[in-house]
């Protein structure tokens, strides 16, 4: 696979949310494959251990830039960032910390820096590089998304909603690049034992977390076969019952589980076939 990588990809791939978890997965089996990377990430210490460890293994330059990805200016930051560059993969590995609560109980900001962070920062970074990529014939654009995209659910609205748009955005892409040679996918994670996750406050020990290189070697193997792929065959068979169920039952299963996760109490909802 190194080779398609290089050939397809190369010589460049940026990777937003690059400095941990599975963004900096992602950022190893790229350098592996002879990638040179860009990563963004908020938190410079972070992006300085992972440039370190990815260069003292493997002969690729890497840049790092500090950013953050709802800012108003995002657009012109990442200009600024990779003008200079042939950048034929964008991995857009960001919103994993969005911990839970209930929407009216939450500050409304919270839920305006989600949809900056999982919508529009997308779109930004889909549309500039994606133009590139189309024009020259090549490239691939994947989007990092959640299981709590495919059903609303209690405590974890706003990040659902806009887990969902990555989603539909990823397939609609997927539609118009693939004629020009680019790949699409939309990626979506379940539990995944990563910082951002356990930060979040998430008790993997009250559910399955997989392992953030298995998620990104699978969403690095699917990508050329898009639009969606959903990581882990655990994953797969619950995507599968939240997709066939009543939708009530779904959001009933997508709340009882996010609960479950974080240690909340899960809702009284009504059954599938309450009228």
């Not at 990815?54 to 690729?60: A, H, K, N, T, Y």
């Not at 539990?191 to 070697?217: C, L, N, Q, R, Y």
């Given at each position: 696979?190194s080779?398609?990588l290089l050939q397809?990809?190369?010589?460049?791939?940026l990777?937003?949310?690059?400095s941990e978890?599975?963004?900096?997965s992602f950022?190893?089996?790229?350098?592996?494959?002879?990638l040179?990377?860009v990563l963004?990430?908020?938190?410079r210490e972070?992006?300085?251990?992972?440039r370190?460890?990815i260069?003292?293994?493997?002969?690729?330059e890497v840049?790092?830039?500090?950013?953050?990805l709802?800012?108003?200016?995002l657009?012109?930051?990442l200009?600024?960032?990779?003008?200079?560059?042939?950048?034929?993969?964008?991995?857009?590995n960001?919103?994993a910390?969005?911990?839970?609560?209930l929407?009216?109980d939450d500050?409304?900001?919270?839920?305006r820096?989600?949809?900056?962070?999982?919508?529009?920062?997308?779109a930004?970074?889909?549309?500039?590089?994606g133009?590139?990529m189309?024009q020259?014939?090549r490239?691939?654009i994947?989007l990092?998304s959640?299981?709590?995209g495919l059903?609303g659910?209690?405590y974890?609205a706003?990040y659902?909603?806009?887990?969902?748009f990555?989603?539909?955005?990823a397939?609609?892409?997927?539609?118009?690049?693939t004629?020009?040679?680019?790949h699409?996918?939309?990626?979506?994670?379940?539990?995944?034992?990563?910082?951002s996750?356990?930060a979040?406050?998430?008790?993997?020990?009250a559910?399955h977390?997989m392992?953030p290189?298995?998620?990104?070697?699978e969403?690095?193997?699917?990508?050329?076969?898009?639009?969606?792929?959903?990581?882990?065959?655990?994953n797969?068979?619950?995507a599968?019952?939240?997709?066939?169920?009543d939708r009530?039952?779904s959001?009933a299963?997508?709340?009882?589980g996010?609960a479950?996760?974080?240690g909340?109490?899960?809702?009284?909802l009504p059954?599938a076939d309450?009228?």
């Amino acid at each position: 696979m190194s080779n398609t990588l290089l050939q397809q990809y190369g010589p460049w791939a940026l990777i937003a949310g690059g400095s941990e978890g599975i963004g900096l997965s992602f950022a190893r089996l790229l350098a592996e494959a002879g990638l040179n990377l860009v990563l963004l990430a908020r938190r410079r210490e972070p992006l300085r251990d992972a440039r370190k460890q990815i260069c003292s293994e493997f002969p690729v330059e890497v840049r790092i830039h500090e950013m953050d990805l709802t800012a108003p200016d995002l657009e012109t930051q990442l200009v600024k960032v990779t003008d200079d560059l042939d950048i034929g993969l964008l991995i857009y590995n960001a919103g994993a910390v969005h911990g839970t609560g209930l929407f009216l109980d939450d500050p409304l900001q919270r839920a305006r820096n989600l949809v900056q962070l999982n919508c529009v920062g997308p779109a930004i970074f889909s549309h500039h590089l994606g133009n590139r990529m189309r024009q020259r014939g090549r490239g691939g654009i994947l989007l990092m998304s959640s299981l709590s995209g495919l059903t609303g659910g209690a405590y974890i609205a706003a990040y659902a909603a806009t887990k969902a748009f990555d989603i539909i955005f990823a397939e609609s892409l997927w539609a118009e690049l693939t004629p020009a040679g680019v790949h699409v996918l939309g990626l979506i994670a379940g539990a995944t034992d990563t910082p951002s996750m356990t930060a979040s406050g998430i008790d993997f020990e009250a559910g399955h977390a997989m392992d953030p290189t298995v998620v990104a070697k699978e969403g690095l193997a699917r990508l050329p076969h898009g639009p969606v792929h959903v990581a882990g065959a655990d994953n797969r068979l619950g995507a599968a019952i939240l997709r066939g169920e009543d939708r009530r039952q779904s959001v009933a299963l997508m709340s009882a589980g996010s609960a479950g996760l974080y240690g909340l109490p899960v809702p009284d909802l009504p059954a599938a076939d309450a009228e």
